[in-house]
């Protein structure tokens, strides 16, 4: 099992910056990728940025160099720095770890809400 928290959400004035956090705790070892994710009301869950163990990344194609996503494997942390920010940003951000090779599985945070308005 891997427990997940987040940290860093808040409100924001559009082109403001934030910085979001995720621990994981728990059996971390198995973590092979940890990512964000992202729901705005009405919208289904998309997916923000990934990082894998080896520090390879994906990130979606709005992200357009604003967001950054690294990771620090000795903390089990995952951070998504957020610049740039636009009131199309708000939503709940979710922290995500996949465990497993052929049987996967996928653990989430309780999300934290990241408001861009002015």
């Known amino acids: 099992q891997v427990q997940l928290v987040e940290s860093g959400g808040g409100l924001v004035q559009p082109g403001g910056s934030l910085r979001l956090s995720c621990a994981a705790s728990?059996?971390?070892?198995?973590?092979?990728?940890m990512g964000w994710y992202r729901q705005a009301p009405g919208k289904q869950r998309e997916l923000v940025a990934s990082?894998?163990?080896?520090?390879?990344?994906n990130s979606a194609d709005f992200v357009k160099g604003r967001f950054t996503i690294s990771r620090m494997n000795a903390k089990n942390t995952v951070y998504l720095q957020m610049n740039s920010l636009e009131p199309e940003d708000t939503a709940v951000y979710y922290c995500?770890?996949?465990?497993?090779?052929?049987?996967?599985?996928?653990?989430w945070g309780q999300g934290t809400q990241v408001t861009v308005s002015s």
């Open positions: 990082i894998s163990n080896d520090g390879s990344t």
């Open positions: 728990g059996s971390v070892s198995s973590i092979n990728v």
């Open positions: 995500n770890a996949r465990t497993g090779v052929i049987v996967k599985q996928y653990y």
